[in-house]
């Protein structure tokens, strides 16, 4: 795998839908990590707003499943916050 990208983003930052699964039809590198995913192989697509167009980029797995994790601890934070707050 390569090395990703800066900070892992969260769901609650990157996306403006929720991921899909998607078979790749051609070999294309992961958005994050720049490793390949191969044709046919299984990746996510996660929307992106970007000037004012929806990008599908594709992540790998291991990417998808850290920004997964990356999104709980982001959601666990704001629980705790709203906690303090009530």
């Given amino acids: 795998m390569g090395k990703p990208k800066g900070k892992t983003p969260s769901l609650l930052t ?4 929720k991921p899909t699964v998607h078979k790749c ?9 720049g490793e390949s995913v191969v044709t ?9 707003m970007a000037n004012g167009f929806t990008k599908r980029p594709i992540f790998c797995i291991a990417c998808t499943s850290d920004i997964v994790a990356q999104t709980k601890t982001d ?5 705790e916050a709203i906690k303090l707050c009530v």
């Fill in 14 to 17: 990157i996306t403006t839908g």
């Fill in 25 to 33: 039809g051609r070999a294309t590198p992961c958005d994050r990590c």
């Fill in 40 to 48: 046919g192989a299984t990746c996510f697509q996660i929307p992106k």
């Fill in 75 to 79: 959601v666990a934070a704001i629980e």
